[in-house]
C-alpha cells in the first residue's frame, strides 16, 4: 500500500482526505468524539507539510438528499478545535460551496465537505452512478488520501472510485490499522487466543469461520455465548439466543474438536429477570439458568477461566463485550476481561464499534492494548479474510 509520502511534497497540492466522522450525535452536541481524534493526525501531517486539505465524510445514514439532522457542520467545529486552526465548511458536496470553500483555502489550510451521503450516488450500486459523482469530487484535489478505516470495506465513490482517479495513498490511520491486523492475521505469535462477544452471533459467523483455522482457543462470552450453551444442549432461559444458528455453531464445535482449537465457554452466568439498571442479579451455573432469567454477564468463575486461558497468549484479538457493560450489574465480565487482555504481554487488538466503546466508559488503560480499532464493520471483515475494496484499490 502506497503511504503519503510517496505522493511526493504536497505543498500547495489539493489533497482529498477522506476520513471517518461519523460520530454519535445529541442533537447538535458530540457524544463520543473518538473518531475526529483520530482522524486528526492524517489532516494535520498533510496541513503542517503545507498541503490545502480537503476532508471527506459521512453522518449517519441520510437518504441520498440534504438532512440538516446529519450535518457534519457540528464535526467541523470539533475538528477545529482538536486541529487548533480554523476548518472552513462547505454546506455542500461537490456544488458551488464546496468548490468556492475549495478555492478560497491557502497552503496549510483545512475544508470539510458536507455529508457525502447527502448525494445518492456514494453509495449506488451502479459503477457508472458512483463514478459521476467520484469525476466531481475529483475536481476538487489534485490527489487522494484515504484515512477512513471505517468505511474501507464499503464500495463508495469517496471511498473507492475517487482513488481510481487521483494519484493516491493510504493516510496514516489506515496505515496503522493495517499494521495491526497484519500482526494478527499473519503469522500470529502463539498461544493466539480470540475472544468473542457482543449481542449477535449470526454477526460473526464469517469471523469464527475464518479464525477457526488460525487460532489455538477462541473464549466466547457475550449473549453469543447462549447459542453455543444451547447447541451443547443447555437451556438458556430467556437469554439471547439464535435458534436458526444452533446447527451452524454445533458444526463449529466439532471442527474445532477436529482441529485441535479449544473454544471456551462460560461456566457461570449472572443473570436478572429483566434488562434494567436497578435488576437484582444472581449468579447461576451455565447448565442452570430458570427459565425466567436472563444472562446478561459472564459470571465469576468464568472470569478466572477466561483470565487463566489469557495468562501465556502472545497475540489477542477481542471483539465484543463479555456482557451488557452499558448497565453497572452487568459490566464486569466486559471490565475485567478486558484489562487481562490489555495486561497480556504480547499483541492485542480490539476490534468493534462497542468493543472500542466498552474501553473508554469503563476507564480501561486505551495504551495499554497494541491497537484499539476504529472500524467494527472494516475489522470484522479483515477478521472474516475478505479483501476489502477500498484497501485493495490503494494497492
Ligand atoms: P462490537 O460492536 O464490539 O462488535 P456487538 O455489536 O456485537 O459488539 O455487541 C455489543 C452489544 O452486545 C452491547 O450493546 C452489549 O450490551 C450486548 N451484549 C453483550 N452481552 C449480552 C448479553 N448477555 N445479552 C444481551 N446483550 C448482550
Ligand atoms: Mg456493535
Redesign the pocket.
Given at each position: 500500500m502506497r503511504t503519503i509520502d510517496r505522493l511526493g511534497d504536497p505543498r500547495g497540492k489539493r489533497i482529498l482526505v477522506r476520513s471517518d466522522l461519523n460520530v454519535p450525535l445529541s442533537g447538535s452536541t458530540i457524544t463520543d468524539d473518538g473518531r475526529v481524534r483520530a482522524s486528526v493526525p492524517t489532516i494535520r501531517a498533510l496541513a503542517d507539510a503545507g498541503a490545502r486539505v480537503v476532508v471527506m465524510a459521512h453522518l449517519g445514514r441520510p437518504k441520498g438528499e440534504p438532512d440538516p439532522r446529519y450535518s457534519l457542520a457540528p464535526v467541523a467545529e470539533r475538528l477545529a478545535e482538536l486541529l487548533g486552526t480554523d476548518v472552513a465548511f462547505a454546506t455542500d458536496v461537490v456544488g458551488d460551496s464546496a468548490h468556492k470553500t475549495v478555492g478560497a483555502l491557502g497552503d496549510g489550510g483545512v475544508a470539510l465537505l458536507e455529508n457525502v451521503r447527502f448525494d445518492a450516488r456514494e453509495t449506488s450500486k451502479d459503477d457508472a452512478e458512483r463514478g459521476a459523482m467520484a469525476d466531481e469530487l475529483a475536481e476538487l484535489g489534485d490527489y487522494f488520501v484515504s484515512d477512513g478505516f471505517g468505511v474501507v470495506h464499503r464500495k463508495q465513490a469517496s471511498v473507492y472510485d475517487i482513488a481510481q482517479r487521483l494519484p493516491h495513498a493510504a493516510g496514516e490511520l489506515v496505515e496503522a490499522e493495517m499494521e495491526a491486523f497484519g500482526k494478527v492475521l499473519v503469522s500470529p505469535a502463539r498461544p493466539y487466543v480470540v475472544v468473542l462477544?457482543?449481542?449477535?452471533v449470526s454477526?460473526?459467523l464469517g469471523v469464527i469461520d475464518n479464525l477457526l483455522g488460525k487460532v489455538n482457543r477462541l473464549l466466547i462470552g457475550?449473549?453469543m455465548a447462549f447459542t453455543f450453551l444451547a447447541a451443547r444442549g443447555y437451556g438458556v432461559g430467556g437469554?439471547?439466543l439464535e435458534a436458526d444458528q444452533i446447527d451452524v455453531v454445533r458444526g463449529y464445535l466439532e471442527r474445532a474438536a477436529q482441529s485441535g482449537v479449544e473454544i471456551v465457554l462460560p461456566t457461570d452466568v449472572v443473570i436478572a429477570a429483566e434488562l434494567a439498571a436497578d435488576a437484582e442479579t444472581s449468579v447461576v451455573s451455565a447448565s442452570a439458568i430458570p427459565d425466567d432469567q436472563?444472562?446478561?454477564?459472564i459470571g465469576p468463575a468464568t472470569i478466572e477461566l477466561f483470565r487463566s486461558k489469557l495468562a501465556d497468549a502472545r497475540t489477542v484479538v477481542w471483539?465484543?463485550?463479555?456482557?451488557?457493560?452499558?448497565l453497572p450489574p452487568f459490566a464486569a465480565g466486559t471490565e475485567q476481561i478486558g484489562r487481562a487482555i490489555s495486561e497480556v504481554d504480547g499483541t492485542t487488538v480490539v476490534g468493534?464499534?462497542?468493543?472500542a466503546a466498552a474501553v473508554r466508559k469503563l476507564g480501561l488503560d486505551a495504551s495499554a492494548f497494541t491497537h484499539i480499532s476504529t472500524g467494527?464493520g472494516a475489522s470484522?471483515e479483515l477478521l472474516e479474510g475478505k479483501t476489502l475494496p477500498g484497501l485493495s484499490v490503494l494497492e
Open positions: 462477544g457482543g449481542s449477535k454477526d460473526k457475550g449473549g437469554s439471547l436472563k444472562g446478561l454477564d471483539n465484543g463485550p463479555m456482557g451488557v457493560f452499558e468493534g464499534g462497542d468493543s467494527g470484522l
